[in-house]
């Protein structure tokens, strides 16, 4: 069983009110009667209510962290140091000795067993298509060294809990039925900031049936998100439209940013540096010799997150300004280059 902290998706410092506001928001997602074509739903809310009981007793998450129990609540023994279990164990576990010659007759079905078992797992956790990929590479991998030499289904080399994670992912995603009901509309503003990094917002069907939706980061000014109906007899699915609140400094188009400095003649001329407040903190922008008004400098992966798993860039645009107070020297500059253009 998951971690109840990775269940939950809070880190081990949080405070209750951090857990109560996950369990809620999860658990409007997984409830099974807001998803009643979704066969693991039902298990993925016993497993968020069950993380949710652990980890709000003090008790049971102190006894938790210091390895007293384990994510079930059941006692276990402390490992010893470096032992690191592996869940996929009991999947594909290899013999503990050499096997007799009566073993070694059976050997086939015993491979053919366990091949079983961990092509069950792989269905499991990736679905269909990565068992048949599986099949696939282990039949290339025999060809070439008659043993199969490592987990060639999609993730299995990596972090079991960073593998289950993406695999919540993927049921939450998961479509639910399409309502024949009319559509309904609404809109939510949020900051530049907020488009950065994503957030979590809700929405109220009828009078009290609340539905947790995802503003993912990189949500551009305009984009629409789809939020399923909790009842498709009742309701129709919502659709949201997301705006992007004015900024102090920066403005959006599309995942690029832009903003506006301004700069002394004399760095225009002469070339320079400055620093520049983007979304994530200050950075050195340089100056190019002869830089006028219709400069725009480029910084990319500076702005929005991109579908392709990227950013958009910042466009910095320059603004060249005189000095405040009347500058004598530049004048007679000024008057001096005037005449000469003229002789």
Not at 111 to 132: N, P, S
Not at 211 to 221: C, I, R
Not at 263 to 290: C, K, N
């Amino acid at each position: 069983m998951r971690s109840p902290y990775t269940v939950l998706g809070v880190n081990q410092t949080a405070k209750a009110g951090d857990i109560k506001s996950a369990y809620r928001q999860l658990a409007k997602i997984w409830h099974p009667d807001q998803n009643p074509d979704n066969p693991q739903a039902g298990i993925r809310f016993t497993e968020i209510a069950h993380a949710y009981k652990l980890l709000i007793d003090p008790a049971l998450r102190q006894k938790y962290d210091d390895g007293q129990i384990d994510a079930r609540g059941r006692r276990q023994a402390r490992p010893t140091r470096g032992f690191s279990p592996n869940p996929f164990k009991d999947f594909r576990k290899p013999a503990a000795k050499a096997p007799s010659p009566k073993a070694a007759a059976g050997s086939e079905t015993a491979d053919a067993v366990d091949e079983a078992k961990f092509e069950d797992m792989v269905v499991h956790i990736f679905g269909d298509a990565a068992a048949r990929k599986t099949r696939e590479h282990d039949r290339q991998d025999k060809d070439r060294s008659g043993q199969r030499t490592k987990a060639d289904a999609p993730g299995m080399d990596d972090d079991p809990l960073a593998t289950l994670d993406a695999l919540f992912a993927k049921w939450k995603s998961r479509r639910k039925p399409k309502s024949n009901l009319p559509e309904t509309h609404h809109q939510v503003e949020i900051s530049l900031e907020t488009a950065l990094t994503g957030s979590h917002d809700e929405i109220v069907f009828g009078d009290n049936d609340t539905v947790a939706f995802e503003v993912p980061a990189g949500a551009t000014d305009g984009s629409e998100i789809k939020v399923p109906s909790p009842d498709p007899v009742l309701y129709g699915d919502a659709v949201v439209t997301v705006h992007h609140i004015k900024h102090d400094r920066l403005r959006s188009a599309g995942s690029d940013l832009h903003g506006d400095h301004a700069i002394e003649l004399a760095e225009a001329v002469l070339g320079g540096s400055f620093i520049f407040e983007g979304l994530d903190g200050p950075m050195r922008v340089e100056v190019p010799e002869w830089s006028g008004s219709d400069t725009v400098l480029r910084i990319d992966g500076k702005g929005l997150p991109t579908n392709r798993g990227k950013r958009g860039a910042l466009h910095v645009h320059l603004r060249v300004l005189l000095p405040k107070k009347p500058d004598p020297h530049l004048k007679e500059l000024m008057r001096s280059s005037k005449k000469a253009w003229y002789i």
